[in-house]
């Protein structure tokens, strides 16, 4: 092995596994949710992302996402055309078609919402793990 290979690494299904403020079996009818990096597989990575794959059968898409914040900035991206959101950032509510993306600062409640469509949303974390980027319960 070399130097760096351990830093070329593939997806995983994230299939059963709970994600805190989200709604795991509801994502799944939109479609499966991959990651793509995380501490799980690589030690020292300080990025979480996921990929999910989504095609909205029937529009408008559930409710899966609990109003959440994070200590670190997060960023969902949309980089195909063909999905429509809605964001909420802060008590600001935002429909948005791909492709986009949405910068959200530490500590910005926020939530996201696909209405119709088909492809990929990107979500990028900053931090070890996902859980431990959460701002509730912490001072501030």
């Not at 690589?42 to 990025?47: C, G, I, W």
């Not at 992302?49 to 959440?68: A, M, R």
């Amino acid at each position: 092995m070399g130097t760096y290979e351990r830093y070329i690494v593939k997806p995983f299904d994230w299939a059963e596994r709970p994600l805190i403020h989200h709604d795991r079996q509801v994502m799944e009818t939109l479609g499966p949710l991959m990651a793509f990096l995380n501490t799980d597989i690589v030690a020292e990575a300080d990025l979480n992302i996921f990929i999910h794959h989504i095609d909205v059968k029937d529009p408008p898409g559930p409710d899966y996402v609990e109003v959440h914040a994070h200590e670190v900035s997060q960023a969902y991206v949309f980089p195909l055309a063909g999905i429509t959101f809605e964001v909420t950032l802060g008590d600001e509510v935002y429909t948005v078609d791909s492709p986009a993306t949405v910068f959200i600062p530490p500590r910005l409640p926020h939530t996201v919402k696909i209405v119709e469509g088909s492809g990929i949303e990107v979500s990028i974390v900053r931090n070890e793990k996902y859980e431990e980027s959460l701002a509730e319960g912490k001072d501030g």
